[in-house]
């Protein structure tokens, strides 16, 4: 099976003064489970639609791109959460390494194929 997953890369910069009133920083994520992205119990398993590669950010914003880290069409993801306005909590595992990425994509590049639990 062919993946999408490429390494992943962070950068340490420097963050200028703050003047006026604290806003959340835009690459904060929500609380997992909380309204703003309530998680699904049991896990979603889902499989990338679409075509081209789908980016993957550390937080559910455009400005949060997670440099290099991406997939592909037919790679296989846990989707924990789902905020109203479109993405998705993901977790990868590469199959041929083992490795894994958690992050945010959006929604719509997304198809549930299942769930991730124990049968009734």
């Known amino acids: 099976m062919r993946s999408g997953l490429i390494a992943l890369t ?20 929500p609380e997992t489970g909380g309204s703003a992205a ?23 914003s455009t400005q949060c791109a ?9 790679d296989q993801v846990v989707t924990y959460a789902e905020t109203k306005d479109g993405w998705s909590s993901v977790m990868y595992v590469n199959p041929r390494t083992g490795n894994d990425v958690s992050g945010w994509v959006r929604s719509e590049r997304l198809k549930a ?8």
């Open 113 to 120: 194929t299942g769930t991730l639990g124990p049968r009734q």
């Open 38 to 60: 309530p998680m699904f119990s049991p896990r979603v398993n889902s499989v990338v639609i679409g075509t081209g590669r789908l980016q993957f950010y550390s937080a559910p």
């Open 10 to 29: 962070c950068g340490i910069g420097l963050l200028p003064a703050i003047v006026g009133p604290v806003q959340a920083a835009p690459c904060s994520e």
């Open 66 to 74: 997670l440099k290099g880290v991406f997939i592909i069409p037919n």
